[in-house]
């Protein structure tokens, strides 16, 4: 029923900065947490961002400094600003959202489809 759809991705070299976005739609009563993975080839997936209740933020200590994530909870919309990217950053990037369909009910999980950033020389 939800959807999450990441954009922003593609090949930048070391140094550069860019932005990932992810919208989602569907049935949502309200969001507790919205937040951004990533998988590099052969390795598991991490977490990068996340932000709960649309200001506490916590990071992966590789983004502290270089990464901000934020969200517009309204608009079921959250933004990673990635900065001084490394090449050990190249992995697809993935949304994450933990949200509450109606109020009587647990909270559920949506996963984006991915978005590919690539930082090399």
């Known amino acids: 029923q939800v959807q999450l759809v990441e954009s922003g991705g593609g090949l930048v070299r070391p140094g550069d900065s860019l932005s990932l976005s992810c919208t989602a739609s569907?049935?949502?009563?309200?969001?507790?947490?919205m937040g951004w993975f990533r998988q590099a080839p052969g390795k598991q997936r991490e977490l990068v961002a996340a932000?709960?209740?649309?200001?506490?933020?916590t990071y992966a200590d590789s983004a502290k400094g270089r990464f901000t994530i934020s969200g517009d909870n309204a608009k079921k919309r959250v933004v990673l600003e990635m900065s001084d990217l490394k090449p050990e950053d190249t992995a697809v990037y993935y949304c994450?959202?933990?949200?509450?369909?109606?109020?009587?009910?647990?909270?559920?999980?949506?996963w984006g489809q991915g978005t590919l950033v690539t930082v090399s020389s």
């Open positions: 994450k959202l933990i949200y509450y369909r109606t109020v009587v009910e647990s909270t559920r999980e949506a």
């Open positions: 569907g049935r949502i009563f309200s969001i507790n947490v």
């Open positions: 932000i709960t209740n649309g200001r506490i933020t």
